[in-house]
């Protein structure tokens, strides 16, 4: 978004809007959410989310409407009931999250899809101190939690769904010069495309790295 132009322009205004896969996980079960506490819970399972209301949202912004996105709580494990996020009509939605290539509905929307692929190495190193640092979690449950659930589920669901990639970016946040053709790319339809809030491009960006800080072109994940 920085890259664009599009950070400090008035949300009526920016030509290109983001939108995270992690603000759609479902509402948990009672069972579900102490299971979760206790970090037990798979968030990488693609039956975390709510992926009907994700193409409902996509949908209406296709259609010309304002929406409004929940916002996660990633400290209580469930959508915050005080605060979301106004997403505007817009020339081009970025859609991103691990698991946007898997849904064949949300998919079918996508214009261009791009795998933000890393290495495993990558994955951990950036999950530890994040969930240490922002989330109050010990080493142990980080560890359990990404050898139990975010590896097998990337591998079971996120690495299947690369097939459907447009383009494959290696290295993730760290190709800058892969960042910088998207970024062109983007901007070259900005270019041809009036300021027509009834036509818009969707691209679909899917990150191989579980635990990513990163956001907005580069992927990321949230638990």
Sequence with gaps: MEKLGQQQKEHTERRVVCISQDSFYRTLTTSERLRAERGQFNFDHPDAFDDKKLLTVLKDILAGKKVEVPEYDYITNAI???????????????????????????????????????????????????????????????????????????EEFCLPTKKFADVIIPRGADNLVAIDLIVQHISEYLKRSPKDKTQLEYAGISSSVPGSPQRGTKGGRPH
């Design 80 to 154: 915050h009931p005080h605060r979301s996020h106004t997403i505007y009509p817009a020339d081009v939605v970025l859609i991103e999250g691990i698991l946007v290539f898997y849904f064949p509905e949300v998919r079918e929307l996508f214009h261009m899809k791009l795998f933000v692929d890393t290495d495993s190495d990558t994955w951990l190193a950036r999950r530890v101190p994040r969930d240490i640092m922002e989330r109050g979690r010990d080493l142990e449950q980080v560890l359990n939690q990404y050898m139990n659930f975010v590896k097998p589920a990337f």
